[in-house]
């Protein structure tokens, strides 16, 4: 069992920042992939960015040059630094992690971006 915990959301101006962070239960070296998705109102849940347990990231081209993804070892946490945030990034942000070939999803944290 994983259980994965989000923070930081939060109501942000366009243009502004939020780092997005997701705490694991275990130890995250245990945990091959992890994954941010987001879900905006009436639409479907999307990946937004992947980390591999080698610390190799991969983005949507929707957020490229904009998020960084990223884990901290030591403290079993994985983060989303967002930057240069737009309306459109607006949305229920989740994390999830692969862990002995099955999927744990966190409760999701909202971001708004909105003037």
């Known amino acids: 069992q994983v259980q994965l915990v989000e923070s930081g959301g939060g109501l942000v101006q366009p243009g502004g920042s939020l780092r997005l962070s997701c705490e694991v239960s275990?130890?995250?070296?245990?945990?091959?992939?992890m994954e941010w998705y987001r879900q905006a109102p009436g639409k479907e849940r999307e990946l937004v960015a992947t980390?591999?347990?080698?610390?190799?990231?991969n983005y949507a081209d929707s957020v490229k040059g904009r998020f960084t993804i990223s884990r901290d070892n030591a403290k079993n946490t994985m983060y989303l630094q967002m930057n240069s945030l737009k309306p459109e990034d607006t949305a229920v942000y989740y994390c999830?992690?692969?862990?002995?070939?099955?999927?744990?999803w966190g409760q999701g944290t909202q971001v708004t971006v909105s003037s």
């Open positions: 275990r130890s995250i070296l245990s945990i091959n992939v």
């Open positions: 999830n992690g692969v862990y002995e070939f099955k999927v744990y």
């Open positions: 980390i591999f347990r080698s610390g190799t990231p």
